[in-house]
Nanobody
């Protein structure tokens, strides 16, 4: 069992930065790929970023490339650094985990097995 808990959301002005964290508990952190997804009101869930088990491979959605950075430490935390935020980045952000490849999260090849409760990110103009 893998439990995920996000934190770091909030209200920020466009152009500023936010840092989201996802703490992972359970015995399998070292064997799961991690990712971030988001869902805005009235829209479908969107892939944001994913990172492989080793941390050597990362993948990003087109809308966040060059602005967001995903990373993981050797403990149990996955971080999404969000810079140059835009109003359209407003959404609930979800942390996700799965034993399958991180690239599959990016392509939508599978539905992630584990999800956090989500954290709200609001960007004002």
């Amino acid at each position: 069992q893998v439990l995920l808990k996000e934190s770091g959301g909030g209200l920020v002005q466009a152009g500023k930065s936010l840092r989201l964290s996802c703490v992972v508990s359970g015995r399998t952190f070292g064997s799961v790929a991690m990712g971030w997804f988001r869902q805005a009101p009235g829209k479908e869930r969107e892939f944001v970023a994913s990172i492989s088990v080793t941390g050597r491979s990362t993948y990003y959605g087109d809308s966040v490339k060059g602005r967001f950075t995903i990373s993981r430490d050797n403990g149990e935390t996955v971080v999404l650094q969000m810079d140059s935020l835009k109003v359209e980045d407003t959404a609930v952000y979800y942390c996700a985990a799965d034993s399958r490849a991180a690239q599959g999260m990016a392509t939508g090849a599978y539905e992630c097995a584990y999800w956090g409760q989500g954290t709200q990110v609001s960007v004002s103009s």
